[in-house]
């Protein structure tokens, strides 16, 4: 079973001469273990499709489809249940609370999705992303490649399906995007996490196996990209 289905999604702002249609009759399949992109120009609709599948957003007309369970006739609670079960979120600005440790940041996300594990799971993962011994440290003691590891332990530790990352390497230097890549990679390849990406950045796509192009929101290209050669899941 694919883990998302996008079924002719439309997400429709505005009215009569002023309506904009940001994503316009979307249909795609992404299927489990994937590494890929969603790329396009800014007012592509890359941002807004990725909030549909997120469900952070609900789509005007449609329907998406996560791990099999359709979105459009569920409540709000029901939503964020779902999200917390199945969905991960990595942000360009890293979103960290600056008043807690990076491992008080991690567990943080295990307490308000009511999963088990607590500091040591927070721990391991803080460890698997290489900031062993940075546990204690607060984001501003932390540089933006390791603050991005951080958010990466964040969205791991309640053990989703699919990871969702907005220009992940949008802050970050070309090296410290080069790392955080690879340890997306390394974990999408380990462990058999879907990952989507919206990103302007050519790194992004270099990495990614699959490349979705959208324009004036709709897909115009959906191609292999050049991180399939490099290994598949």
């Known amino acids: 079973m694919p883990i998302c289905e996008v079924k002719n999604v439309t997400k429709t702002y505005g009215e009569g001469v002023a309506q904009v249609h940001a994503v316009n009759d979307v249909s795609l399949v992404i299927d489990n273990g994937e590494f890929t ?8 609709g890359k941002t807004t499709l990725l909030n549909q599948i997120g469900c952070l957003d609900r789509p005007t007309g449609g329907q998406v489809l996560i791990d099999g369970v ?86 791991l530790v309640k053990e989703p399906s699919l990871i969702i990352a907005d220009e992940p390497t949008a802050n970050l230097d070309s090296e410290s995007g080069e790392n955080a890549l690879q340890l997306m990679k390394d974990l999408n390849e380990r462990l058999g996490v879907t990952f989507l990406f919206s ?35």
Do not use: C, W, Y
């Open 37 to 44: 992109a969603f790329v396009g120009p800014s007012g592509s």
């Open 70 to 155: 359709s979105t459009d006739n569920l409540g709000d609670k029901a939503l964020s249940v779902l999200r917390a079960d199945k969905i991960g979120f990595i942000f360009q600005s890293f979103n960290l609370i600056p008043v807690l440790t990076a491992l008080e940041n991690v567990e943080l996300a295990l307490q308000l999705s009511g999963t088990g594990g607590g500091r040591e799971k927070a721990a391991k993962l803080l460890a698997d992303v290489g900031l062993a011994g940075m546990e204690d440290r607060r984001p501003n003691q932390l540089s933006g490649g390791q603050q991005q590891r951080v958010a990466v332990a964040r969205a």
């Open 199 to 233: 990103t302007h950045d050519q790194l992004v796509m270099d990495h990614a196996k699959r490349i979705v192009v959208l324009k004036d929101g709709k897909v115009v290209e959906d191609k292999v990209g050049a991180g399939a050669a490099t290994g598949a899941v």
